[in-house]
Every structure is written in C-alpha cells, then in structure tokens.
T-cell receptor, first 111, second 114 residues
Framework: DGGITQSPKYLFRKEGQNVTLSCEQN?????MYWYRQDPGQGLRLIYY???????QKGDIAEGYSVSREKKESFPLTVTSAQKNPTAFYLC??????????FGPGTRLTVL | AQKVTQAQTEISVVEKEDVTLDCVYE???????LFWYKQPPSGELVFLIR??????QNEISGRYSWNFQKSTSSFNFTITASQVVDSAVYFC???????????FGTGTSLTVIP
C-alpha cells in the first residue's frame, strides 16, 4: 500500500537525550515536511525538504535537525537543545503545493 | 500575522444539527490553494477538500459542503445533519502559489453530542 509511515507511534525520552523520529513515504513525492502540534496551537512547521540533499528551516527549527539522503526518508532528530519537546509530531509529503499527505504521527513525551 | 484564522476554537452540536466551521485567510498571491483537513482522535490528518483561487464554485460532497468567497477571503465548511463520527478537530490551510509551504489555522474542535 502507498502511504506515509512514522515510527514509533509513542516515544519516551529522558531529559538531555537526543531522539530520532522516522518518516518514510513510498508515494514518490519530492517534498517532505515535519510539523509539531501542541494543544490549541494547530500545526507549526519545523523543517521541510523539496528535494534530496536539501532542506529548509520552518518556523520553529531551533533544537531540531533533519537529513534527506533518500527521497523516501526524512528523519527528524529532536536534540537536547529543544527546551520543550513533548508534543505530537506529524510528517507529511507532497507532490507539489497542491496537497499534503500526512502520516499517523509520533507522540513524544519527555520524562 | 496569521495567514489562516479559525476563530472558533470549540463547537458542540447535538446530532443531526447543521454546523458551519469558519475559515478566513490572508494572502497577496493571486494563485493559491485552500484546504480542509479532519483530525480524528487517532491523530492522523485526513484530507477533505482542495480549492484553487480561480474556482469559486461551491462544492458539495454528501453531507459536507464548502463555501469559498474571495470577496471576504473566507472558505467555510458546513456539515449537514451532523453525526457523532464527525467529532474531530478540523483544520483549514492555505498554500500560496509562490512557495511550497502550507499555513494551517489553529483548528476547530467539533463535538457532536448523541
């Protein structure tokens, strides 16, 4: 089946640790995105990539890093520099600006 | 400034009532796209509709309908005869023709009471 997968669904991290969230798509989309969702704040863009080996910061990139070595994969690392990382993280991909397709999300909790 | 405003934070209706979710957007581009997404409790965003800036025809899909008015920069979403399964958070979004970013509103949480 075509789609976007995110793993894990739930993730727990100790304060001060880096953690990487996985996002894979088999839709052959060029563009991929990472969003953070906090209660009552909608979706905020962290990073996006329009092509392999290239990515741009979104509105809240501080404390996060990404890589885009393959078209299918766009992992997000939440570093210890992110002050308040507990949130719901959504990955999306897009063939163009016409539409974005979303994965099921990863809920990250910092203990 | 917010590019997409959803002024209604939470709405509750009784089953079978009609409900309209408001969306107001702001852009200087002449080419742009507007979207509505549904986010059920599971968390995944489900695409509902896309409308481009050159198509102001209203659209109806079953119990869902959308009213796009460029004159008021609004793209409102109406659910007719609401059902409990419609309970979710609904997001309006804007994509400008000049870029690849999507701008999301803060969402409207709809609760349909049986």
């Amino acid at each position: 089946d075509g789609g976007i997968t995110q793993s894990p669904k739930y993730l727990f991290r100790k304060e001060g640790q880096n953690v990487t969230l996985s996002c894979e798509q088999n839709l052959n989309h060029d563009a991929m995105y990472w969003y953070r969702q906090d209660p009552g704040q909608g979706l905020r863009l962290i990073y996006y990539s329009q092509i392999v080996n290239d990515f741009q910061k979104g509105d809240i990139a501080e404390g996060y890093s990404v890589s885009r070595e393959k078209k299918e994969s766009f992992p997000l690392t939440v570093t210890s520099a992110q002050k308040n990382p507990t949130a719901f993280y959504l990955c999306a991909s897009s063939p163009s600006y016409n539409e974005q397709f979303f994965g099921p999300g990863t809920r990250l909790t910092v203990l | 400034a917010q590019k997409v405003t959803q002024a209604q934070t939470e709405i509750s209706v009784v089953e079978k009532e009609d409900v309209t979710l408001d969306c107001v957007y702001e852009t200087r581009d002449t080419t742009y796209y507007l979207f509505w997404y549904k986010q059920p409790p599971s968390g995944e965003l489900v695409f509902l509709i896309r409308r481009n800036s050159f198509d102001e025809q209203n659209e109806i899909s079953g119990r869902y309908s959308w009213n796009f008015q460029k004159s008021t920069s609004s793209f409102n979403f109406t659910i007719t005869a609401s059902q409990v399964v419609d309970s979710a958070v609904y997001f309006c979004a804007l994509s400008e023709g000049s870029g690849n970013q999507f701008y999301f509103g803060t969402g409207t949480s709809l609760t349909v009471i049986p």
